[in-house]
């Protein structure tokens, strides 16, 4: 972590490099890091887009072409309406779990809290075959419509069935920050507004929402983000007009030389990053920190009869309908042949028996990979967070639209621009060539997953009041205690849901994976379903699989949880003698 | 922490690197296939172990490129003939003499061996309609039979096929009608089909994805997709059109392979009559090159080398396809993947007006017709211009070839395309729209 840099003292003889504080020095080792691995590895597949295919002449014709064609435009407007549709019904959905379950004593609201992880973890193809299977145009909700009432609902059509998958699928990342932010609220705040007369829904609008903004934002954005730039959901319901999806067709098919690709990306990349530069002009200005750590959060109070029943009613029609894609991936596990009716034809176990006797070894690859990527990625996140929001280094800012740019780099370039940079890179100890080696997949994880875990710390730290942490310096304590013993704890919350994240989207990734999985021993969970799904037999075997990646991300976040919540316990036990 | 993760990494090393003699593959075919092969392999090979690495085509031609450095990867395996002749352009594949006895030199007109020893065919693979029984009874459709039939206007909304861009073997079954049929009318052909699509998908296994399903009744499909579905139990059969080609699946020595001598020994144990005999393996059903094999075969299994098999095969020109490969992807999905919606309201609008004037006589109204029906199937460029070089050259750009004059950019023609087809579309749908409404 940050604190274990200290500045060295120079014996006063001359030193090639200035003296650099261990702050500036963590800076420059991530600086260096996002450049090895991001920013160098990206450049040398984007700068296709500037150059003239023919003769390889620097130009910005590429550009102009791409502004000159409708689809590209037409391209543009759907992936931006698709984004912000998504945002607006993902909203929908995590306002009412986030505001009921931290605003009120609510039996099972640990339950939802963990619940609304789940939706993240959608592993490749059969999340999407499960889908279908339910909502599609012949799913089980479509045929029984038909068969009843006489008609059919095209919830996977077009754009629109796009935005119900997106934002079923990312509205935790508003969920989780909006979340913490609701529970780091100081209730003095609260009680301030409730002296002064206000209460009920005006006291959300004006008050409670309002300071839970930087974590609604910082969700937001990431939901809004994401959804531009996935490639996967509109591929799997055949949307093509979207700039992700022509980015990713044109960069992939065999022998393409179309530098088009790469000018979509480049834009994606430039987007996402003008993006997160308007939520940042949002919260500019504005004090969110609050001083009162322990003792706040909202007050909880009791719901009437009335109000449970309601409250339970809406949280179990958003459940159903955002566990509906495991549930059918969990009928896909156990069932038969399931064809153009409602149910499986039948039931059985011989799927999972398939996936435990030959695909172990990706179960435990997955676990490590996912893990050890999440672990950089808090370390890292919760070190540029401080670096950004805490200290005074030049082009700190930077550090942060870098590592924020990974959401926008489609995997596939990743990968293909990882083994440009370092296949032929041998390595020591025997680990062989750099590029067919598993550590490369973590790296890779770690990158693409940066992004989730920075917003998360960011967070967090937005609500630590600075204050604080100049109360422990003027007692006494260095920057480095401060920073261990003062400031990372008090945002363990937003690091949890970072870690969480991180590990629960890396342990089902695959766009970048599939580039450098070097042979199938090293491959993880994702990469197994997709080599199941290859075939019309694998199906149920890789839904399977796809479950167990359910249970083992489930189990994560829960062990997690635990651990936080013991730590907290103990900490309240004993103040001050923390080690 | 960080002991352990340290602790777990030298163990994961330590297990990584026991030495054996490797036969490194690169693949795109599933497990389905692989496993079985890399069973009967090493027990017929002790000597050598068999290391699959999965990729689909484009991944793998992509990572062979990016590797080729320094080469790790021994073999490469996989269907499309046209990612082989992409490697072999750039002196990516091995020249091998293969010693392999009672293979033909050709299938359905095709040749299975590459003329320079490249690349070799070791399974056939036609090109069909696939279809969910269960979806066809329901909706009490007729079975499709030929291509023609799916351009009838009862089948709207129930065919789905992939993209010729993003799979090589759909891009051969667009091909072998476009040549089968001629450039005009294969295009037309393909329109009318493709207005009665559902979707387009992005991946080729995507097809027997939804026709197994049930989301979508007709699939056009390569054919052990078909087979193997069926072999595990789905309600869907495959019937091969008249009109067909027989394309071999390959496989390749890659240039500079850390183990020629074992990647030889597989592709020769591949074409041998027990490795041909692997692939009639219920849950691989592709037809084997060697047609000995075809003897030990279960009853109806359909065999290429018979003359009943596939009457109206075409003999497929190979390097005609190779001159147009990105032009024809790039033209299907200007006109159609991309702008399916259009395409699709056009169509519907013309089968809507042919039904209306069905039986009635109005002169006028079966001109708007014709108009519309002309303006679908109108293409901005002929067939000339698709293979002359200084206009197929737009779309295979090369850095290696500068002095092949070309006569624009890709983007620049494809927007030129794209405006051509939208408008016609929309002209069509009035024209039909017209003619509807007209007594």
Redesign the interface.
């Known amino acids: 972590m940050s604190d274990s840099f200290q500045p060295t003292r120079p014996s006063g003889r001359f030193t090639l490099f200035p003296r650099l504080s261990g702050v500036a020095l963590t800076g420059l080792l991530i600086a260096i890091f996002l450049m090895a691995f991001l920013i160098l590895p990206v450049m040398q597949v984007i700068y296709v887009a500037f150059l003239d295919?023919?003769?390889?002449a620097l130009t910005l014709?590429?550009f102009q072409?791409?502004f000159?064609?409708?689809?590209f435009r037409e391209s543009f407007v759907n992936s931006f309406y698709v984004s912000a549709m998504s945002v607006v019904f993902a909203t929908i959905i995590a306002l009412p779990l986030a505001y009921i379950t931290t605003r009120f004593t609510f039996a099972g609201a640990a339950v939802i809290q963990s619940l609304g992880f789940i939706p993240l973890i959608m592993p490749p193809f059969v999340g999407a075959?499960a889908m279908?299977?339910l909502f599609?145009?012949?799913?089980s909700l479509n045929l029984l419509l038909d068969q009843y009432f006489g008609f059919k609902i095209p919830f996977m059509e077009?754009l629109n069935g796009v935005i119900f998958v997106q934002s079923l699928h990312y509205f935790p990342f508003i969920l989780i920050n909006l979340s913490a932010s609701l529970r780091n609220i100081d209730r003095s705040m609260e009680e301030a507004a409730q002296n002064l007369g206000s209460s009920g829904l005006r006291m959300f609008r004006r008050i409670v929402f309002p300071l839970a903004m930087p974590g609604y934002l910082a969700g937001a954005a990431l939901v809004f983000i994401k959804v531009f730039d996935d490639l996967g959901t509109p591929?799997?319901l055949?949307v093509?007009?979207m700039l992700a999806?022509q980015a990713y067709?044109r960069i992939?098919?065999?022998?393409?030389?179309?530098p088009?690709g790469y000018v979509i990306s480049f834009i994606l990349v430039a987007f996402s990053v003008f993006a997160l530069w308007v939520s940042l002009l949002f919260m500019r200005g504005k004090d969110y920190a609050t001083v009162q750590k322990g003792g706040g959060g909202l007050a909880k109070r009791d719901l009437s009869q009335r109000e449970k029943v309601l409250a339970w009613g809406v949280i179990l029609f958003i459940l159903a309908l955002v566990l509906s894609p495991h549930f059918g991936l969990l009928l896909l596990a156990f069932g038969?042949?399931?064809?153009?009716?409602p149910l499986p034809d039948g039931f059985t176990l011989q799927h999972f028996g398939t996936v435990f006797t030959q695909s172990s070894q990706y179960i435990w690859n997955t676990i490590?990979y996912a893990g050890?990527a999440a672990?950089i990625d808090v370390i890292l996140g919760t070190a540029i967070a401080y670096i950004v929001l805490r200290s005074g280094l030049i082009g700190r800012k930077w550090l942060d639209y870098m590592a924020t740019a990974a959401l926008a780099v489609p995997g596939?370039v990743l990968g293909?621009g990882y083994?440009?940079m370092f296949?032929?890179v041998e390595l020591p100890?025997?680990?062989g060539?750099m590029?067919?080696f598993?550590?490369l997949i973590i790296v890779a994880l770690a990158v693409r997953r940066l992004p989730y875990a920075l917003r998360a710390c960011m967070a967090a730290l937005q609500q630590v009041a600075l204050s604080l942490e100049e109360a422990a310096e003027s007692l006494g304590a260095t920057k480095s205690s401060t920073i261990r013993r003062i400031v990372v704890p008090l945002m363990t919350g937003g690091i949890l849901a970072g870690f969480v994240t991180s590990f629960a989207t890396a342990a089902v990734e695959l766009s970048a994976t599939?580039?450098l999985?070097?042979?199938?021993?090293?491959a993880p969970l994702a990469?197994g379903i997709?080599?199941?799904?290859?075939?019309?037999?694998?199906?149920g075997a890789g839904a399977a699989l796809g479950i167990l990646a359910v249970v083992i991300v489930a189990l994560g976040t829960y062990l997690s949880q635990r651990i936080i919540e013991k730590d907290r316990n103990r900490r309240a036990a004993a103040p001050g003698t923390d080690h | 922490?960080r002991k352990i993760?340290l602790t777990?990494?030298l163990t994961?090393?330590a297990g990584?690197?026991s030495a054996a003699d490797k036969v490194v593959v690169v693949t795109s075919?599933?497990?389905?296939?692989t496993d079985p092969f890399k069973a009967a392999f090493e027990a017929a090979n002790p000597a050598y172990e068999l290391?699959?690495?999965?990729?689909?085509?484009?991944?793998s031609?992509?990572?062979l490129q990016?590797?080729r450095?320094?080469n790790?990867t021994d073999l490469f395996w996989a269907s499309?003939p046209?990612?082989f002749e992409?490697l072999k352009a750039e002196g990516l594949l091995a020249a091998v003499d293969v010693a392999a006895e009672g293979i033909p030199d050709s299938v359905g007109g095709y040749p299975i061996n590459d003329p320079a020893g490249m690349y070799f065919g070791f399974a056939a693979s036609g090109y069909g309609i696939m279809y969910?029984t269960?979806?066809v009874e329901?909706n009490n459709l007729p079975i499709a039979k030929e291509w023609e039939d799916l351009m009838r206007p009862e089948y709207n909304g129930h065919v789905a096929m992939s993209s010729p861009?993003?799979s090589?073997t759909t891009h051969l079954t667009v091909e072998t009608v476009l040549q089968g049929d001629g450039w005009d009318a294969g295009w037309a052909k393909w329109k009318w089909i493709s207005g009665n699509m559902?979707?387009?998908?992005?991946r080729s296994?995507?097809v027997?994805?939804?026709v197994?399903?049930?989301?979508?009744g007709f699939g056009i499909v390569i054919d052990f997709?078909g087979l193997?579905?069926k072999?595990?139990?789905?309600?869907?059969e495959l019937v091969y059109p008249s009109l067909t080609a027989i394309v071999p699946a390959n496989i390749g020595v890659i240039e500079n392979a850390p183990n020629a001598e074992g990647a030889k020994a597989f592709v020769e144990y591949v074409l041998s009559p027990e490795g041909q005999q692997v692939l009639l393996n219920p849950?691989i059903m592709r037809l084997p090159v060697n047609p000995a094999a075809y003897e030990t075969a279960p009853e109806g299994f359909p065999n290429p080398f018979t003359p009943e098999f596939a009457p109206g095969a075409i003999a497929f020109d190979v390097d005609l396809s190779g001159s147009r490969?990105?032009l024809v992807?790039a033209l299907f999905?200007?006109m159609i993947?991309?702008r399916?919606?259009d395409l699709r309201a056009a169509v519907a609008a013309v089968q809507q007006a042919e039904a209306a004037q069905e039986g009635k006589d109005n002169a006028e109204a079966k001109a708007l017709i014709a108009e519309a029906r002309a303006l679908v199937e109108a293409l901005p460029i002929t067939e000339a211009e698709a293979s002359d070089p200084s206009f197929a050259g737009v779309?295979?750009?090369?850095?290696d070839k500068?002095d092949v004059e070309?006569v624009g950019?890709?983007?620049?023609v494809?927007?030129a395309w794209?405006?051509f087809a939208?408008a016609n579309y929309a002209k069509a749908k009035e024209l039909a729209d017209q003619a509807a409404a007209m007594n």
Request: no cysteine.
């Open positions: 295919a023919r003769t390889g014709q590429n072409d791409f000159n064609t409708n689809l075959v279908t299977l599609g145009r012949n799913g077009g591929l799997l055949n093509n007009n999806p067709l992939t098919g065999v022998g393409i030389n179309d088009m038969t042949i399931w064809s153009f009716s490590i050890s672990v596939v293909i083994l440009r296949h032929g100890f025997g680990l060539q590029s067919s598993w550590g599939i580039m999985v070097g042979r199938s021993s090293d990469y997709y080599l199941f799904m290859q075939s019309p037999s694998g199906r | 922490m993760l777990t990494a994961l090393i990584a690197a075919f599933p497990k389905d296939l290391e699959v690495v999965s990729r689909n085509t484009n991944a031609v992509s990572y990016e590797t450095g320094a790790t499309a046209d990612a992409v969910n269960r979806y329901a861009s993003r090589g559902s979707t387009v998908t992005e296994f995507g027997p994805d939804a197994n399903s049930g989301s979508t997709f193997a579905s072999a595990s139990g789905f309600p869907v849950a490969y990105t992807n999905d200007v993947t991309y399916m919606d779309f295979q750009i090369s850095r500068p070309v950019r890709q983007a620049e494809e927007q794209d405006a939208v």
